[in-house]
């Protein structure tokens, strides 16, 4: 949610960032994709961007360019800190290791709830109207999100705040108080967000295709929760939930703007380093399998086209075809005259987008194209889709797989095409602060590479062999999870 000075307080859902993973230390950058929610007083209306949205944040380069520092406090949390001196601003992002892949079926909706109640409700030494005043006193932007991996929360404000900052977030994240009736309050708007992605045709249908692409896996629980155990749950039982999870040794902070790093060391060692240790051990889970048979879903709803999800399982955060992957996705069905959409567009005239995503979680990944048409063509560019996507295994993507020099200079490169095209993105977010904020603290809590590189090189050194053994693995089984939406008189 965030807190804008001047905003209102009206609350809604605003379409998901595509999370980028960025190096610490010496290590570089990996994408994360991620499926999130992230609340916005400006706005009324929510999507997935994740799967849907026109842009792409690619992995950060190699930080070296600034004076930086990477800890752990004898409490278990992690800490980057990054200078970043070009404006007077100060990013603090704090991630715990905890999303709907640690709920149950009886606390299915609890992160989210919680998330809603650290953010609103206050905490022992603050309500939460003083909470927010102090924020917009303080000038900042203040937000959080969660996913399936993670729960993100982060405030930007001028650099001369950086006390209040980091104060503030310890207190909201690790001394959360609350009573049945304010959680009540908050339960009422949580519900009704819920009927909000249930009449929005694309996030019903990217939640539905992600539930069916990892059946029995913790994957394929959906984020926004189940809506009798959140009517149902009591301040108790939240409270014991963030006991669990939102404790230092679950913790990582990124700190990035315009500050000294000794000094910051010092204030974080200072604010965060009295958090006692825990013991938490973060949840180990399977690794995610694909699907063994397709399975498909035909939905009817109040809508005016037709939409359609394809879910294809994909490598983790930490696997080694998540480079060849990043770059199949981007030549598919992001970035310049990507093949799969000018396919589709050639077999239907009704087709009105295209994009395919890559999504590594920690413990899978999947890859989900999404297409918007004309509903009595939706069926048709399904079985196209599909079996473009098969053969995508045997597709010539550089210059370098066609025979003889006109045939070579004639042919569009695609490899190359999608390569710059996450470099440029890669450009764009290290110049944003929260962003690169954002990405160290995901990276310190997905990575379980000891030496991961940097993942800039790992997508120099992709082929277009490599892309098509990453079709043959990922695209080519044929077994896919599609959603359909299309036009009717009712829900079904």
Request: with cysteine; aromatic share 8%.
């Amino acid at each position: 949610m965030k807190i804008v000075p001047g905003g209102t307080a009206a609350r809604g859902w605003r379409q998901a960032e595509l999370e980028v993973p960025a190096p610490y230390a010496t290590l570089a950058a990996d994408p994360l994709e991620g499926v999130v929610m992230i609340r916005d007083l400006r706005k009324a209306i929510a999507a997935w961007a994740g799967l849907i949205a026109a842009f792409w944040l690619a992995a950060l380069p190699l930080l070296s360019a600034e004076p930086s520092r990477y800890f752990v406090l004898d409490n278990g949390l992690k800490v980057f800190l990054y200078e970043k001196r070009d404006v007077p601003l100060l990013h603090v992002v704090t991630g715990f290791d905890v999303g709907s892949k640690d709920e149950t079926d009886e606390t299915s909706g609890l992160v989210h709830l919680l998330e809603h109640c650290l953010l609103f409700r206050g905490t022992a030494a603050r309500s939460g109207a003083e909470v927010g005043a102090d924020v917009r006193r303080h000038g900042a932007y203040f937000n959080g999100n969660t996913g399936q991996d993670l729960s993100v929360f982060e405030i930007s404000l001028p650099s001369e705040y950086a006390d209040f900052a980091l104060r503030n977030q310890k207190d909201i994240l690790f001394g959360l108080d609350l009573v049945q009736e304010e959680l009540d309050g908050e339960k009422e708007i949580i519900l009704e967000e819920f009927s909000q992605m249930e009449d929005d045709p694309e996030r019903n249908a990217a939640d539905l295709v992600l539930q069916d692409l990892f059946p029995g896996h913790a994957y394929g629980r959906s984020v926004y929760g189940n809506r009798e155990v959140i009517a149902a749950a009591s301040a108790a039982e939240l409270k014991a939930f963030h006991r669990t999870f939102f404790v230092a040794d679950n913790c990582a902070l990124a700190v990035v703007g315009d500050f000294d790093v000794a000094d910051m060391e010092r204030r974080v060692r200072e604010i965060f380093g009295p958090l006692p240790k825990t013991g938490f051990a973060p949840r180990s889970l399977p690794m995610a399998v694909p699907l063994k048979k397709s399975v498909s879903r035909r939905l009817e709803r109040d809508v005016a086209e037709g939409y359609l999800y394809l879910g294809f399982a994909a490598p983790d955060y930490n696997h080694p075809d998540r480079y060849a992957m990043s770059v199949l996705s981007e030549a598919l069905g992001r970035g310049v005259n990507p093949l799969l959409t000018s396919f589709l567009h050639s077999q239907r005239d009704s087709v009105q987008s295209v994009s395919m995503t890559y999504l590594p979680f920690r413990f899978g990944g999947a890859a989900i194209v999404s297409v918007k048409a004309d509903a009595r063509d939706v069926a048709a560019i399904e079985r196209a889709a599909v079996s473009f996507l098969k053969k995508a295994r045997d597709a010539s993507y550089s210059k370098k797989d066609y025979m003889g020099a006109e045939a070579e200079l004639a042919a569009f490169d695609y490899l190359e095409m999608a390569k710059n095209q996450i470099r440029f993105a890669s450009g764009q977010a290290e110049e944003h602060g929260l962003q690169l904020a954002g990405s160290l603290a995901r990276h310190m809590l997905l990575n379980t590479r000891a030496d991961p590189g940097r993942y800039l090189d790992g997508i120099g050194a992709v082929d277009s062999g490599d892309l098509r053994k990453a079709a043959a693995r990922y695209l080519s089984r044929g077994e896919v999870a599609a959603v359909t939406i299309i036009p009717g008189r009712g829900k079904k």
